[in-house]
């Protein structure tokens, strides 16, 4: 079992993408996940050194950042219940490490469904991603698969609170595209788009598909996605707010190649 989990976790670290700019370093830690699912107020988070890469006591600190904590068994089992659904081990509550299985596949779970449970693990220094907890995370981000939808910046139409990390995960039926018009838009600008930004990722997390970066007072261009599924992240740093911003997204029917003519909308 253990030897299983060992060499998954190397397998896993052998994919990991070269790091981008680190930001949010606090108290040794990077915060700022590569993807993130919410359900139930559970969502999971790996470092942006990648899959595998928390002790427990960083693990910890991750949820903590956030205003929220480790995650219980019966949470992350509530949250299962209701779609929620990781391939990645992580830690939760008591020191103990597994992940919330929905459906079952050959590539995760061991073919089973449930929360896969490794045990409560005695070497808090093994490292695993984390499972936190938080009901009252701010508005901002979540997974959206309604066929249309208005993603707005948190507290709009007030302007946005400082030190903003949502990632909005659109994910249409099978065949969809997803057109994303913005209707409002006044983001903190600097050169570069550095301080502020919400960017586009043509994927469904925010290490492929990069499509843009986006401040200022000016109206972005419309954007269609290549397939059925998009990420919207939103940073804000720790000064100078502006109004924020609003974005319809709309799912459409499409028989269009999928590979020719996405270009003219980035
Ligand atoms: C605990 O886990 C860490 C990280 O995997 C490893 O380096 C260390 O040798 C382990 N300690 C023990 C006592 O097994
Ligand atoms: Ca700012």
Redesign the pocket.
């Known amino acids: 079992m253990l030897y299983m989990h060992t060499v998954s976790a190397l397998l896993a670290l052998s994919c990991v993408l070269t790091e981008t700019e680190a930001w949010g370093y606090k108290n040794g830690i990077l915060h700022n996940s590569i993807w993130l699912e919410q359900a139930a107020g559970v969502y999971h988070r790996e470092s942006r050194k990648g899959r595998y890469q928390l002790t427990y006591k960083e693990a910890k600190a991750v949820c903590k950042f956030e205003g929220g904590s480790l995650a219980t068994y019966d949470q992350l089992e509530a949250a299962r219940q209701i779609g929620f659904h990781v391939c990645a081990a992580g830690w939760f509550d008591k020191g103990r490490v597994g992940y919330p299985i929905v459906k079952s596949g050959t590539n995760c779970g061991y073919g089973k469904v449930g929360i896969i449970d490794y045990g409560y693990r005695l070497?808090k220094?093994?490292?695993w991603d984390v499972y936190c907890y938080n009901p009252n995370s701010k508005e901002c981000g979540g997974v959206h698969t309604e066929q249309e939808k208005i993603l707005q910046s948190p507290g709009f139409p007030d302007e946005y609170p400082d030190e903003q990390i949502c990632y909005w995960h659109i994910r249409v039926r099978y065949g969809q595209r997803i057109h994303l018009q913005f209707l409002d838009f006044d983001v903190e600008d600097d050169v570069g788009s550095i301080s502020d930004y919400p960017e586009i990722y043509d994927s469904y997390d925010d290490i492929s598909g990069f499509a843009g970066r986006y401040c200022g007072d000016e109206l972005p261009e419309d954007f269609l996605s290549t397939g059925n599924v998009m990420t919207l992240k939103f940073l804000a740093d720790s000064s100078v707010s502006a109004g924020g911003f609003r974005i319809q997204y709309t799912a459409i029917d499409s028989s269009l190649p999928t590979d020719s003519d996405t270009s003219t909308y980035t």
């Open positions: 070497n220094s093994e490292k």
